[in-house]
């Protein structure tokens, strides 16, 4: 039978992802940063989109600047709820590019003017003021250079600086940097013993054994048997298996255990104290206050531009929307960039209502959360809060993401209030987040000198009407960095 190939015409229906459409999903899904930095690329490539100017004045007196909480809260709400101002329907017009080139000239000019005498030529530059901490290695090559280095011996110390990890160990050997760099190996490990005794102490070690051997050394602990724990028995050290240890050097454990008092006030990682980068900080999306006996949901719109369209391009739609002039490539861009001016103003009112609208029904599902503790959180899906508010969702999921609120129980995600359940004997059942904060109540109330074991906190909760299984609660306890009973063990 031969294939035969036509063409058929029918009609269907299929949807579309249009610019905007997909405009307004991105942000819905943007961080609060983010959104920032989407406004600011916004505003500097359309000429349309201006933010609204604030009308907040610093001429106060400290009275009048305290605020009750209800009050606070009021005046979120009505700034959260009010509307920027809206682009009154225009028809094409031809652009008076004189009259705009004139119009960003004065606003140029009033800007210069109203700096000149001012403030601001008094204010400090922030650029010389802010600075970034030192790293470790810089603080290495500093040292480095105040020793009696020779050329040589530099180029090496600066090398193995740059192989230090932000730990404060040395990455790779010493043999492989002088074959890669063609070093002597003599005088490179010459230049590590000295780095190594450089601040902090243990800084460059090739292992945790070596770190703490060099710190034993520099802080003059050395009695003999402080150095053989840890150059031979490090492994039982770790799994607090003092007896072991004890048993193979043939001394009493309470020796042993004074000897492992003086091992811990060591620094196995020697870089701590630089850390890493500045910290960020979480800047909530939602505030949720307490009123009396109601709750209060209001939006954070603080440091979060306000936008508008220019009032020049406005004044000169109206004046010239009478006019019958054909169509322009300039009144084309013209017309393109208010449209999208419009779109985005939208796409922003209704990304700001839309989380409004889930932080809302979030706490009408989660209230025992916010009125009594984490123990009260309810077992809650997407699904719940998505047919709740007749949305989908992934549209759930893109407003719950890196999105933060602020209670006052705490700042917290609000993917953090979608968790699974966990079943109760009685047939109830109660969050994993709560379980999570249970076990870490348990291990926190523990005897550090006998420690409970995984089974132990199975049975604690079984006790109350929790069915959890023990390979559970290890899963639990390791997602919050708690070590197994045998390395929580305490003995002094």
């Not at 920027?84 to 080139?101: A, F, H, I, N, P």
């Not at 403030?119 to 500093?142: C, R, S």
Request: proline share 3%.
């Amino acid at each position: 039978m031969a294939i035969k190939l036509g063409q058929t015409l029918g009609l269907g229906q299929s949807l579309t992802m249009t610019p905007q459409l997909q405009q307004a999903i991105k942000l819905l899904q943007l961080s609060r940063l983010e959104l920032e930095q989407f406004v600011e690329t916004q505003m500097a490539e359309n000429p349309v989109l201006e933010e609204v100017a604030s009308e907040a004045s610093d001429d106060f007196s400290p009275i009048e600047r305290e605020f009750t909480e209800a009050e606070a809260v009021s005046g979120r709400l009505e700034e959260a709820s009010s509307i920027v101002d809206q682009v009154g329907k225009t028809k094409e017009t031809e652009v008076d590019w004189e009259r705009l080139s004139n119009y960003e000239e004065s606003r140029h000019q009033a800007s210069n003017s109203g700096s000149k005498g001012g403030l601001d030529d008094e204010a400090p530059n922030y650029e010389n003021i802010v600075t970034k901490a030192g790293t470790l290695q810089e603080y290495i090559l500093d040292q480095s250079r105040e020793v009696d280095f020779s050329d040589e011996e530099l180029k090496i110390a600066e090398q193995i600086a740059g192989n230090i990890d932000d730990r404060g160990y040395l990455v790779g050997s010493i043999e492989e940097l002088c074959e890669k760099e063609g070093f002597d190996l003599e005088v490179a490990e010459g230049v590590l013993d000295t780095i190594q005794h450089f601040d902090p102490p243990g800084v460059a070690a090739r292992d945790i054994k070596e770190c703490l051997l060099i710190q034993i050394k520099h802080f003059q602990l050395r009695n003999g048997l402080v150095e053989r724990i840890v150059g031979d028995h490090l492994h039982d050290l770790e799994n607090r298996n003092y007896s072991a240890v004890a048993k193979a050097l043939g001394v009493a454990l309470e020796v042993i255990y004074t000897n492992v008092g003086i091992i811990a006030g060591l620094e196995p990682i020697p870089g701590r104290q630089f850390g890493p980068e500045a910290t960020q900080y979480v800047i909530p999306d939602v505030y949720v206050f307490k009123v009396g006996t109601d709750w209060v949901v209001s939006m954070n719109e603080d440091g979060l531009p306000r936008l508008k369209v220019s009032p020049f391009y406005k004044d000169m739609l109206k004046e010239q929307k009478a006019l019958a002039t054909k169509k322009s490539e300039g009144k084309e861009y013209l017309d393109d960039k208010i449209k999208s001016a419009k779109w985005i103003i939208k796409s922003m009112e209704q990304r700001q209502r839309t989380i409004q609208r889930v932080t809302e029904k979030i706490l009408e599902r989660q209230k025992d959360f916010f009125e009594y503790g984490i123990q009260y959180l309810k077992p809650m899906v997407l699904r719940d809060i998505a047919d709740a508010l007749e949305l989908h969702e992934s549209t759930i999921s893109r407003v719950t993401t890196n999105k933060y609120i602020h209670t006052p129980r705490g700042i917290y995600e609000l993917k953090f209030f979608f968790n699974s359940a966990i079943g109760k004997t009685n047939g109830e059942s109660v969050a994993n987040e709560a379980v999570k904060s249970r076990i870490a109540e348990i291990v926190k109330a523990e005897d550090h000198v006998k420690p409970l074991s995984d089974q132990d906190i199975m049975n604690m909760l079984t006790k109350e009407n929790i069915d959890i299984s023990r390979r559970t609660v290890a899963k639990y306890r390791e997602q919050l960095g708690v070590l197994p009973s045998s390395k929580r063990r305490k003995p002094f």
